[in-house]
């Protein structure tokens, strides 16, 4: 019920004339620049995980074939 009140509400409004001040735009782009670089990032991270995951085998592999060992942990 309270939706419907509100959107009758915002349907049957009068335009507001407002000032909106050239600081709401600067931390609106911020915001959305923050969103997208962590959009990106997190895509980047899913999709260099295999291939970090086959460089280690291929390097671990090479260490094997070498006969080197890790040494001990102290």
Known sequence: MRLLFALILIAFSGSAFAYIGPGAGVSFLG??????????????????????????????????????TTPPAE
């Open 31 to 68: 915001s959305i620049w923050a969103v997208l670089i962590g959009i990106v990032l997190a895509v980047a991270a899913v999709l260099i995980w295999p291939i970090r995951y086959v460089i280690r085998r291929m390097r671990n592999s090479a260490n094997k074939a070498k006969g080197a």
